[in-house]
């Protein structure tokens, strides 16, 4: 649990909430019931707001953040929670967009695009867009609860990204409102910047930074498709056009909060299959990969052994196991290839079937041709962290280096090096997710209310970072920076790098209203008085009615 709140807060909570209130028609909570249950995210922190706001409509947006201006209290936006390193908990107002900032706000089918506010479930905007054959093509797991306002700030993206990028690449402009008021539009820009005099300033300050560290970007930021690190300064060019939302696509909430995002759609595939490749070993699968991505599929999907067995023992999984798993593979690799035409598909599986045979595991491959077959075996990778986190007892996966990527080419050495750093530590690790792209989320197994575990974690996520910048990867490839990651980032990019993200930040929101202390300013990624199980923790001895021992 976090710190006590100081003797100014009580008194500053109140004020607040009357505040807020009285500006705003959405709902405001100060009791200790709902901020409990905004003080924690799908990450390992725990820090307690002052009060929780939603804004009824996003005009209200410019009245919470005029009003935590004056009181000089910061701002965190929340869509879904979903995120795992911490960005959405913070002190201060939590701004829950998600519950009426929700709608599709225009929809032009000609041309394949969406406005949205920032609150929308993933799967709902997918539902809508269905009937006009189109989707949005950008699918983390938890797109059932996750909304596009958080995508957009982590820079998300799913098993698909080789094919259709990350948020990045999807969105096209942002309806923004800077910390001190301003509202502008975040889009492409080729020639004077259209908007406020802030905006053109901001604009013509982002490509002087961009200039001078031209040599510093080159050399330092990652080149692998899955970077999310930092603020991306490298998608802004010193001169000419540049696409301005991209800068705040991944900001974490800490440069501007979204009023409406502008998406590219994509056409639905009329046809889908799926290959479930069987390896021998983990470190075969490993190998394999870059020829089986070779092959232009969609997506190459890692399920590990721990999940199989994981999988095997859940009734709700049990039969998928059953009928798409052959024997006892240490790994398996989920390819799946899209298209308009059902025979050129079964094409791609022969020609996986022979790219298999020939890397010596011929016979390896589960052909799954029935959309039915195809979800039951894509819901258990989907559902993967649910399954690890199935682990009996006290010791569970930890989410801190779980989405490092490599280029292809070191998959194999960089997992079996990986390996070696946990038996050091006396843990296993847990592997499954984005084979195609290098990212594969591996968790080390640690207790997390353990003094010896939790000193663990810093030296696993040194030595691990240490090992991704050696092979030219990314610390920070899907998940965002959060807690778990920001304060890494000089030692990833270096202190010229970092310290052009803070100008960035100064420039953009020079009062540090925004979701402070991510990205830039971070506390230590292990201050224990930051996590759900700090120093303190003890569970409730609680009298049960049932028995519950078995
Ligand atoms: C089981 C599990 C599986 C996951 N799988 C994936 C995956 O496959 N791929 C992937 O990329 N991620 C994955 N994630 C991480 C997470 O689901 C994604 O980052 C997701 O996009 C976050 O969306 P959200 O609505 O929950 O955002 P939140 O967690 O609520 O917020 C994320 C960030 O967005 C900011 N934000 C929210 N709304 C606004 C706004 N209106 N204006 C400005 N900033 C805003 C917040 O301040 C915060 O910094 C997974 C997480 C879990 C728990």
């Given at each position: 649990m976090s710190a006590p709140a100081t003797a100014r807060e009580p008194i500053l909570a109140r004020r607040l909430e009357s505040r807020l209130r009285a500006a705003t028609s959405g709902e405001v909570w100060f009791d200790r019931t709902t901020r409990g249950m905004y003080a924690t995210d799908a990450s390992i922190y725990q820090i307690m707001p002052l009060g929780v706001v939603a804004p009824r409509d996003a005009d209200e947006l410019d009245a919470i953040l005029t009003i935590a201006r004056e009181e000089g209290v910061p701002v965190t936006a929340r869509g879904g929670g979903t995120s795992q390193c911490g960005q959405t908990v913070n002190r201060g107002l939590i701004v829950d967009v998600s519950r009426s900032l929700h709608a599709l706000v225009a929809l032009d089918v000609a041309n394949r695009r969406a406005r949205v506010q920032p609150g929308i479930v993933l799967d709902v905007l997918n539902r809508a867009l269905r009937p006009h054959g189109l989707f949005f093509p950008v699918d983390p797991s938890t797109a059932s609860r996750?909304?596009?306002?958080?995508?957009?700030?982590?820079?998300?993206?799913?098993?698909?990204?080789?094919?259709?990028?990350?948020?990045?690449?999807?969105?096209?402009?942002?309806?923004?409102?800077?910390?001190?008021?301003?509202?502008?539009?975040?889009?492409?820009?080729?020639?004077?910047?259209?908007?406020?005099?802030?905006?053109?300033?901001?604009?013509?300050?982002?490509?002087?930074?961009?200039?001078?560290?031209?040599?510093?970007?080159?050399?330092?930021?990652?080149?692998?498709?899955?970077?999310?690190?930092?603020?991306?300064?490298?998608?802004?060019?010193?001169?000419?056009?540049?696409?301005?939302?991209?800068?705040?696509?991944?900001?974490?909430?800490?440069?501007?909060?979204?009023?409406?995002?502008?998406?590219?759609?994509?056409?639905?595939?009329?046809?889908?299959?799926?290959?479930?490749?069987?390896?021998?070993?983990?470190?075969?699968?490993?190998?394999?990969?870059?020829?089986?991505?070779?092959?232009?599929?969609v997506a190459v999907e890692l399920v590990d052994r721990t999940m199989i067995e994981l999988a095997r023992g859940i009734p709700a999984f049990a039969a998928t196991m059953a009928k798409y798993v052959r024997g006892e593979p240490d790994?398996?690799?989920?390819?799946?290839?899209?298209?308009?035409?059902?025979?050129?598909?079964?094409?791609?599986?022969?020609?996986?079937?022979?790219?298999?045979?020939?890397?010596?595991?011929?016979?390896?491959?589960?052909?799954?041709?029935?959309?039915?077959?195809?979800?039951?075996?894509?819901?258990?990778?989907?559902?993967?962290?649910?399954?690890?986190?199935?682990?009996?007892?006290?010791?569970?996966?930890?989410?801190?280096?779980?989405?490092?990527?490599?280029?292809?080419?070191?998959?194999?050495?960089?997992?079996?090096?990986?390996?070696?750093?946990?038996?050091?530590?006396?843990?296993?690790?847990?592997?499954?997710?984005?084979?195609?792209?290098?990212?594969?989320?591996?968790?080390?197994?640690?207790?997390?209310?353990?003094e010896a575990d939790v000193g663990k974690l810093r030296a696993i996520a040194e030595e691990a970072f240490a090992l991704v910048r050696a092979y030219g990867g990314a610390h920070s490839g899907e998940h965002g920076d959060g807690i778990v990651r920001s304060e890494f980032h000089a030692e990833m990019f270096g202190p010229r790098i970092v310290a052009a993200f803070g100008e960035v930040k100064a420039a953009f929101d020079p009062g540090n209203l925004l979701n402070p202390g991510k990205i830039v300013d971070a506390p230590r990624m292990d201050d224990r008085a930051n996590f759900r199980y700090g120093p303190g923790y003890a569970p409730l001895p609680l009298e049960t009615v049932l028995d519950w021992s078995a």
């Open positions: 996750c909304t596009i306002g958080g995508m957009t700030a982590n820079n998300s993206s799913g098993a698909r990204s080789i094919r259709y990028g990350l948020m990045a690449d999807n969105v096209l402009g942002i309806d923004a409102l800077l910390a001190d008021g301003t509202r502008a539009w975040f889009g492409e820009i080729d020639g004077t910047p259209q908007g406020p005099a802030r905006y053109a300033e901001l604009i013509a300050r982002l490509r002087a930074i961009a200039a001078r560290e031209a040599d510093e970007i080159a050399a330092r930021i990652p080149k692998v498709l899955r970077n999310v690190g930092g603020y991306a300064i490298q998608s802004v060019a010193s001169s000419g056009a540049f696409n301005a939302a991209k800068l705040l696509v991944g900001s974490e909430g800490t440069l501007a909060l979204f009023r409406e995002v502008e998406l590219a759609l994509q056409p639905l595939p009329a046809h889908k299959v799926l290959g479930v490749c069987h390896f021998p070993r983990f470190a075969d699968a490993m190998r394999a990969t870059q020829a089986l991505v070779a092959l232009d599929p790994a398996l690799l989920l390819v799946e290839f899209t298209g308009d035409e059902p025979a050129p598909l079964r094409e791609r599986l022969t020609a996986l079937e022979d790219t298999m045979a020939d890397l010596g595991f011929g016979g390896g491959v589960v052909a799954l041709v029935d959309p039915a077959q195809q979800a039951e075996m894509l819901d258990v990778r989907a559902q993967g962290l649910n399954i690890m986190t199935s682990m009996r007892g006290d010791a569970k996966p930890v989410s801190i280096i779980e989405d490092c990527a490599v280029p292809l080419e070191h998959l194999a050495e960089y997992t079996s090096a990986l390996t070696a750093i946990f038996t050091k530590y006396g843990t296993t690790g847990t592997w499954y997710a984005h084979a195609s792209v290098g990212c594969l989320h591996v968790r080390p197994v640690l207790n997390m209310k353990s």
